[in-house]
């Protein structure tokens, strides 16, 4: 694709719903990222796939907060009752070396959804 | 948590100028990162500078690295409104993370 498309651009929950972002990284993108951005602050790495495998979720602020790419291209980033402090940007990010995430190169970002929790 | 502070937080300048953001890290790298954020967009990449270069130009980008301070700065020359935005640095660490760590950004205004 033409760059990183996540949908929805904007999502309101209300607190406890689930909610689901979906990333549709770069055709061809072996690496992809989930960082989450506070308003005023710099993007928090959330989590990290080689393909379909999670490689690195150490960034996940709980265990309401899952990630998968089932099938190495798509990825969703699902949160469980939602709650106040889950309102923030949510960034996708792709690029294309296999093995070297981002050391070596540059990421691709997508224009992110925009979570907040009512 | 955040890799490293930006400073200035905000600047404001005229058209012309030239604007200077500075970035300072904490751990080991193997390479920094210059991105721009316009207001309600995602991330672009400007430049990537590596722990073995000292300076690196792109159009009217020049980044400076020094990794004995662990600090980098972004110069952009003859700035245009239209550079108004975001900026962020972010590292590449020499570990087994492949994520990149961001600092918290300096807003630049850039008045006609």
């Known amino acids: 694709g033409a760059g990183v498309s996540q949908s929805p651009r904007y999502k309101v929950a209300k607190r406890g719903q689930d909610v689901a972002l979906r990333c549709d990284p770069i055709?061809?993108?072996?690496?992809l990222f989930w960082y989450q951005q506070a308003l005023g602050q710099g993007p928090e790495f959330l989590t990290y796939f080689q393909n379909e495998a999670q490689l690195d979720k150490s960034g996940l602020p709980s265990d309401r907060f899952f990630a998968e790419r089932p099938e190495g291209s798509v990825s969703t980033l699902k949160i469980q009752r939602t709650q106040q402090e889950d309102s923030a940007v949510y960034l996708c990010?792709?690029?294309?070396?296999?093995?070297?995430?981002?050391?070596?190169?540059?990421?691709?970002f997508g224009q992110g959804t925009r979570l907040t929790v009512v | 948590s955040q890799q490293g502070e930006e400073d200035p937080q905000a600047l404001s300048i005229q058209e012309g100028e030239n604007a200077t953001m500075n970035c300072s890290y904490k751990?080991?790298?193997?390479?920094l990162q210059w991105y721009r954020q316009n207001s309600g967009r995602g991330l672009v990449h400007l430049i990537l500078i590596r722990s073995n270069e000292r300076e690196k130009h792109s159009g009217r980008l020049r980044v400076t690295l020094d990794t004995s301070k662990k600090s980098s700065s972004l110069l952009i020359t003859a700035s245009r409104a239209a550079d108004t935005a975001s900026y962020f640095c972010a590292t590449a660490g020499t570990g087994s993370a492949r994520q990149l760590t961001f600092g918290s950004g300096t807003q630049l205004t850039v008045l006609p």
């Open positions: 751990t080991s790298i193997n390479n």
């Open positions: 055709s061809g993108h072996v690496s």
């Open positions: 990010a792709s690029s294309s070396p296999p093995g070297q995430g981002l050391r070596g190169t540059e990421a691709f």
